[in-house]
């Protein structure tokens, strides 16, 4: 019987001999030498192919189950043995033919090409023929098989040195090709989970932003990206790094050196960023032990002994505080004594030093030194320690004067008293919240803490004060508090104590400028923690609030390129958003929403009331009203939960027919309380696009808008801010949705009451009791208003009435009317170049051929700052130059050398050659 192997032989050689049968060697060599010169016709190629697979055919029917994976292997051997890539691109022809007719299996075939011994990478040809190969049959594995194939596949890679001519690299990629295609997941191969089993044990930590979600190298099962989440793969040792730790000292020197020689030291000047800077790396590099802070201290105090450098000592102080307060509880005192011979180096005072001005943001970094010694006072007291460190005689003064905030309002809170905050308490407690630094017992007790005691003790003047301060004062919390405070504020607008007008307002406002201010790569990596249960930071009743988070979700997505996933991360929280607040979104609107979110509205249409039905309600319950002659029948039929949200319509009609509302209608306002008298405003914002629509011009129309401003400014019957934002979030379309946005404009352009705002508002709608016989006396207290009013609040909705009006192109002149006359109080914005570079990239499609608009827009929200900042803050002079004053019939084109300049503009700015972003 003839070996197997000799049967393989003569049926390969046979073929790939063909014409060099007398030396085959010889003919090898040649071609070699002379590739590309000896060229087989297609006829000749496809005749070969066909012969040779007739012969090994036969040959293969004829073997035994068992001997089938010893033939492949074989048959590898053989060809990896050629030297002519012209013939091992034939026989891997063969090969896969063979596979394609379903003559030999796929996986077998794989596993033999890909488990050679002569398979290596310096045999470049070979290597890529070969994975060219398995890219083309691999299809036919089973997914057991391709998981398999996907291990020896990355082992084979991890082969390839990290260093390799870059000759070679084409070639070298045909595996990188393979894996590609086993994990593409249009193309079906292999479940992502068992590629995430094989691939996580490859990984390297990856490179992301840095923020308060870095450090992420785990793949996420569900879409197999990187979800910006979790820790380093990294063992929890830590280890001392005394060369961090000298580099550490030498920059605090060098900050100590800076604020000596810097003029406007006191007043803010450029060293403020380094010290900040040095403020978050020393806490993180001691807290996570890479450095030793009684070791540090030492050598500062060895550094900067005779050098009399004391301008910069309570900036020190206030940094080394940040890492004091938050860790001394855990560590032994004499862990911090050092600091204390620290400070006899620079602070050699025998007097009391003064007070400094309250009025600078920088006092705050004096009583940094008393802080200090408060804490470690307390912890030897704690500790039973005979150590006694009394206070030094020249921080008595800032002493007396400091005392623990936090503390300080809840004692209130639970005494309920009724005496406001202090002014100078409150702006001192927005400053220290924000720093990142000392969150443990700053923002996180803040929201963890103070407001739920502040909330259990029904303390709500002291509640509406630290809701004024997170909106007003306190720009820069982490997203997760942000978040966390939104989920508290949902809970608190469902509560019945809360049930208050002005109250009420403040909740609201303070969640929808949570909602648009949350940055775009900040809002899935926050939400994505909610997914198991959206219903927490989404409002059960609010249809405003949980727009504004839709649109926020929308830019997000948009923004951060994260469309292109296959399907909708956010898909729960858009289903519960449907459940608690169900609606449609204008066609216009939608066409700028990313292609998820677009399939997702459309698949989940809602049906609407049309106008007609909404007009004869309303003629209806006004019919109604006029028969009824009982005061408190009337009062309890219009104002008893269920009854449709159409009062405000029917106050509209009293005031069109009689110019007058009666007692019963305050009455009935008063009983329907805040929460619920938000959708008699959602109703009123229809109704009223229908009268204006349908109103016949001229007097008529005059007098609807007379009506329209009394309610607002006369009657105080509903908030401007509330009625545009209701306005601005119906789904309207075609005429209507150009009408909408004519009322808005009406509303802010018409009346001088907003431009010439007075002072203090009125929100329990005093104007309505002053006005009705008799007039009726007030009786709800205001809280105390400390930040907020009707501007400030105004600015969130401002910003979703401009994108309204970018979506609908009939509307830009209005758009740009509205600039012109409102775009100062962008001077107002927290984060004004952020809400403008958004737009612009959200936009981009509607503003393409609009460059008018697109330089009115940029104009009004930098140039609303120019009294604020220098000359160039923003904006580089060549741009204001060509761009902000291009003529529309010769467009500028910026040259190359102008992106160059923008670079080098950026470059000094970080060298601190130019300083134009120091306090922004």
């Known amino acids: 019987m003839i070996p197997m192997e000799t049967q393989l032989q003569s049926i390969f050689e046979e073929v790939v001999v063909s014409a060099a049968v007398c030396n085959p060697r010889k003919t090898e060599i040649i071609e070699e030498a002379f590739p590309g010169m000896f060229m087989d016709t297609p006829e000749d190629e496809k005749t070969k192919l066909i012969s040779c697979l007739a012969a090994f055919r036969q040959f293969w029917n004829g073997l035994s189950q068992d001997s089938h994976e010893q033939c492949i292997q074989w048959i590898v051997k053989f060809i990896h043995g050629q030297h002519s890539p012209k013939r091992i691109s034939f026989l891997y022809d063969c090969l896969a033919m063979a596979v394609e ?221 940040q890492f004091i307060s938050g860790s001394i509880q855990k560590n032994a005192l004499a862990d911090f004594l050092p600091v204390m011979k620290l400070f006899d180096l620079l602070y050699p005072e025998k007097e009391c030093i003064p007070v400094p001005d309250i ?197 997000a997505t948009h923004v951060t390129g994260s469309d292109s996933i296959q399907g909708t991360w956010c898909k729960d929280i858009l289903q519960t958003i449907m459940n608690f607040t169900p609606h449609n979104w204008a066609s216009h609107t939608l066409s700028c929403f990313p292609a998820p979110l677009q399939a997702f509205f459309k698949q989940n249409n809602v049906p609407q009331e049309s106008r007609f039905n909404l007009k004869k309600n309303v003629e209806e319950e006004y019919r109604k009203w006029k028969s009824m002659t009982d005061e408190n029948e009337i009062i309890t039929q219009f104002s008893v939960q269920g009854f449709p949200p159409l009062f405000l319509c029917l106050l509209w009609k009293m005031l069109l027919e009689t110019d007058h509302i009666s007692q019963i209608g305050y009455r009935v306002l008063e009983r329907i309380g805040a929460r619920a008298l938000v959708a008699h405003v959602r109703t009123f914002a229809d109704f009223l696009v229908y009268e204006f629509s349908t109103s016949a ?30 306005l601005a979030m119906r789904s309207h379309e075609g005429n209507e949705a150009q009408v909408c946005y004519f009322i808005i404009q009406l509303l802010l352009l018409k009346p001088n009451d907003f431009r010439n705002r007075k002072y203090p508002e009125k929100l329990y709608f005093e104007g309505l009791a002053e006005q009705v016989d008799p007039p009726v006396p007030i009786q709800s207290p205001y809280l105390p208003i400390y930040f907020g009013n009707v501007c400030l609040r105004f600015l969130p909705v401002f910003d979703i009435v401009i994108h309204r009006f970018l979506e609908l192109l009939p509307v830009s002149k209005s758009l740009e009317t509205l600039l012109d006359h409102l775009g100062g109080l962008y001077k107002f914005h927290d984060r004004p170049v952020t809400y403008l570079y958004n737009t612009l990239h959200y936009y981009e499609m509607c503003l393409r051929n609009r460059d008018h608009l697109k330089r009115k827009l940029v104009h009004a929200i930098i140039g609303s700052l120019k009294d604020n900042r220098p000359q160039g803050w923003c904006l580089s002079d060549t741009y204001l130059k060509h761009a902000m004053n291009a003529r529309e019939d010769n467009p500028w084109v910026p040259e190359d050398s102008y992106y160059c300049k923008l670079i080098g503009r950026l470059v000094d700015n970080i060298l601190s050659s130019v300083v134009f972003f120091q306090a922004l």
């Open 359 to 555: 009025n600078k943001p920088q006092s705050t970094h004096a009583f940094a030194m008393t802080c200090i010694w408060i804490h470690l006072n307390r912890k030897a007291q704690n500790d039973n320690s005979k150590l006694q460190i009394p206070i030094p005689h020249s921080l008595k003064l800032h002493h007396d004067l400091i005392h623990s905030i936090a503390t300080r309002v809840i004692k209130l809170a639970h005494a309920k008293s009724s005496v406001a905050l202090a002014p100078a308490l409150v702006e001192t407690y927005s400053r220290l919240l924000v720093y990142m630094e000392i969150e443990s017992l700053g923002i996180k007790g803040f929201i963890s803490q103070l407001l739920p005691t502040v909330f259990k003790s029904h303390a709500w003047g002291i509640l509406h004060t630290l809701l004024e301060m997170f909106s007003y004062r306190m720009h820069h919390i982490q997203p997760h508090y942000r978040v966390q405070l939104l989920s508290h504020l949902h809970t608190l607008a469902a509560v019945a104590q809360t049930n208050q007008n002005q109250l009420h307002l403040c909740v609201e406002s303070t969640a929808l400028r949570l909602i648009t201010a949350l940055g775009s790569s900040e809002v899935q990596p926050q939400f994505t923690r909610f997914l198991s249960d959206p219903k927490t930071v989404l409002s059960a009743e609010s249809e405003e609030l949980n727009r504004a988070l839709i649109l926020t979700l929308a830019r």
């Open 101 to 321: 007719t379903g003559l030999l299996p796929p996986r077998m075939v794989c596993e033999s090409l890909i488990n050679s011994d002569n398979l290596e990478w310096e045999r470049t040809q070979l290597w890529a023929l070969t994975f060219k190969l398995v890219r083309k049959i691999i299809g036919g594995v089973d997914y057991k098989g391709v998981r398999d194939l996907l291990k020896v596949i990355l082992e084979k890679i991890l082969t390839i040195p990290n260093t390799v001519s870059s000759a070679v690299v084409q070639q070298l990629l045909a595996a990188r090709e393979v894996i590609a295609y086993i994990l593409e997941r249009n193309a079906c191969l292999l479940p992502a989970y068992f590629a995430v089993t094989e691939i996580r044990k490859l990984l390297l930590p990856v490179v992301n932003n840095s923020g308060a979600i870095c450090n992420s190298w785990k793949l996420d099962p569900a879409t197999l990206r990187f979800p910006l989440k979790g820790l380093l793969p990294y063992d929890k040792h830590k280890q001392r790094c005394p060369v961090l730790e000298d580099q550490l000292v030498d920059l605090v020197v060098y900050a100590m050196e800076r604020s000596e020689t810097e003029e406007k030291f006191d007043d803010g000047g450029t060293s403020q960023l380094l010290w900040q800077h040095l403020s978050s790396q020393l806490i993180f590099f001691v807290l996570f032990q890479f450095a030793s802070f009684p070791h540090m201290v030492l050598s500062l105090h060895q550094k900067l002994a005779g050098r009399g450098l004391i301008k910069g000592r309570d900036h020190l102080m206030w940094v080394l505080l």
């Open 697 to 726: 011009g001229g007097q008529q129309l005059n007098k609807c808008i007379e009506i329209l401003n009394d309610m607002v400014w006369k009657y105080n019957i509903v908030t401007l801010d509330r009625l545009i934002l209701c």
